[in-house]
């Protein structure tokens, strides 16, 4: 199958594949839309079981990036980055170095910066091989804290602040006493859950790595489940903040969270979940809205800004979350519809 017929091809302007034979880098990178400015994203290392999975993966997250800038109302286009491998046993400085290199055959037109599986300091070996790296180093954080240009705090406080408006716009009131389960606790679900537990949310968790486990077990006292039993858990929200798909035929059927709303990108693995979703009356937060914190940390840090700036901007986000879940409720309509139309309307001149 080419790329062109493959089902989540969408007019991505271009899709490169990279192999570099001496670090053994095997890469994708795909652009999907340029319209309102360069584009941005991050690199992702994941041990794909083969390219095919790694193609969809990198066109269905480049194509959501475009939709998060214009949604978040940045000057800029989407664009996405896979590497096939293990972070936590094939990654060198010689795979950085070459991954950079890749990179900068785009000349501009895509600017990379972190996912799972990458460091600031990858970005850094990166940096060395091209300009348009992002990522690695910071001028401020959101919150006044020591910055290093991760930009996963800024990441994490936006899917907090939409959780907090899903739950306003549900049930009225706040996180004190609300039950979230959070799937997944990396970079990014592990700063969520501390800002739920410091909100008075009570934690259910699960990860496929015993070190957040621990972590959110004794820092917040959570409730430990097993991965594969996260999502049917009896909770307010269900945090989907691992790898995309969360949400499928399996699944589905098996949630019993009044709102889905987590840090992970595709979190629908078809169109029609969102329907279904919509039909029984579960709302979901658009991944893609909900999680845009990095990018827009990426922004502010990239040009003339202040950390004051950068707070509102995120603050917005569940401005954003309210009028989405406010305009599906009058129409009747899935909410990741009605996210995508505010999108468009702002990158399909």
């Given at each position: 199958?080419?790329?062109?017929?493959?089902p989540?091809?969408?007019?991505?302007?271009?899709?490169?594949f990279?192999?570099?034979p001496?670090?053994?880098?095997?890469?994708?990178?795909a652009?999907?839309?340029?319209?309102?400015g360069a584009?941005l994203?991050?690199?992702?290392?994941w041990?794909?079981?083969?390219?095919?999975d790694?193609?969809?993966?990198?066109?269905?997250?480049?194509?959501?990036?475009?939709?998060?800038?214009?949604?978040?109302?940045l000057?800029?286009g989407?664009g996405k980055a896979v590497?096939?491998?293990?972070?936590?046993?094939?990654?060198t400085?010689?795979?950085?170095y070459a991954m950079?290199r890749?990179?900068?055959?785009?000349?501009?037109?895509?600017?990379i910066a972190e996912d799972?599986?990458?460091?600031?300091?990858d970005?850094?070996y990166m940096?060395t091989?091209s300009?348009?790296?992002?990522g690695?180093?910071a001028?401020f954080?959101y919150?006044?804290?020591?910055?290093?240009?991760?930009?996963?705090?800024?990441t994490?406080?936006?899917?907090?602040?939409?959780?907090?408006a899903?739950?306003k716009?549900?049930t009225?009131?706040?996180?004190?006493?609300?039950?979230?389960a959070?799937?997944g606790?990396?970079?990014?679900?592990?700063?969520?859950a501390r800002?739920?537990h410091n909100a008075?949310?009570?934690?259910i968790?699960?990860?496929i790595?015993s070190?957040?486990?621990?972590a959110?077990?004794?820092?917040?006292?959570?409730?430990?489940?097993?991965p594969?039993?996260i999502?049917?858990v009896?909770a307010?929200?269900?945090?989907p903040?691992?790898?995309?798909?969360a949400?499928?035929a399996?699944s589905?059927?098996e949630?019993?969270?009044?709102?889905?709303?987590?840090?992970a990108?595709?979190?629908?693995?078809?169109k029609?979940m969102g329907?279904?979703?919509?039909?029984?009356?579960?709302i979901?937060?658009?991944?893609?809205v909900?999680?845009?914190?990095?990018?827009?940390?990426?922004?502010?840090?990239?040009?003339e800004?202040?950390?004051?700036?950068m707070?509102?901007?995120?603050?917005?986000?569940?401005?954003t979350v309210?009028?989405?879940l406010?305009r599906?409720?009058?129409l009747?309509?899935?909410t990741?519809?009605?996210?995508?139309?505010?999108?468009?309307e702002?990158?399909?001149?």
């Amino acid at each position: 199958m080419s790329v062109f017929e493959h089902p989540d091809f969408d007019e991505h302007e271009q899709v490169s594949f990279f192999h570099d034979p001496i670090s053994g880098l095997d890469a994708i990178i795909a652009v999907h839309n340029t319209q309102l400015g360069a584009s941005l994203g991050g690199c992702r290392m994941w041990p794909y079981a083969n390219s095919q999975d790694a193609l969809t993966d990198v066109l269905r997250l480049a194509k959501g990036m475009t939709y998060k800038a214009a949604i978040a109302g940045l000057p800029q286009g989407g664009g996405k980055a896979v590497i096939i491998g293990n972070s936590r046993q094939d990654k060198t400085q010689e795979l950085m170095y070459a991954m950079g290199r890749a990179v900068d055959t785009f000349k501009g037109q895509y600017v990379i910066a972190e996912d799972s599986g990458i460091s600031v300091q990858d970005l850094q070996y990166m940096a060395t091989q091209s300009h348009h790296v992002a990522g690695t180093s910071a001028k401020f954080a959101y919150d006044g804290s020591p910055a290093d240009g991760n930009p996963a705090p800024s990441t994490a406080y936006g899917v907090f602040v939409g959780i907090k408006a899903a739950v306003k716009f549900a049930t009225g009131s706040d996180l004190q006493g609300k039950k979230i389960a959070i799937q997944g606790l990396g970079h990014v679900g592990l700063r969520l859950a501390r800002h739920l537990h410091n909100a008075g949310a009570k934690l259910i968790v699960a990860d496929i790595f015993s070190d957040g486990v621990e972590a959110a077990r004794q820092e917040f006292g959570a409730q430990v489940v097993d991965p594969l039993d996260i999502h049917k858990v009896v909770a307010d929200v269900f945090a989907p903040c691992a790898m995309g798909g969360a949400i499928n035929a399996h699944s589905l059927p098996e949630i019993s969270a009044g709102i889905i709303a987590g840090a992970a990108n595709n979190q629908l693995v078809s169109k029609d979940m969102g329907e279904q979703l919509c039909e029984r009356g579960i709302i979901y937060v658009p991944d893609y809205v909900i999680n845009a914190g990095g990018i827009i940390d990426i922004f502010h840090q990239r040009n003339e800004s202040t950390a004051e700036k950068m707070r509102s901007q995120l603050e917005q986000i569940g401005e954003t979350v309210t009028q989405i879940l406010t305009r599906s409720r009058q129409l009747n309509k899935p909410t990741e519809q009605v996210a995508n139309q505010i999108a468009e309307e702002k990158f399909r001149h």
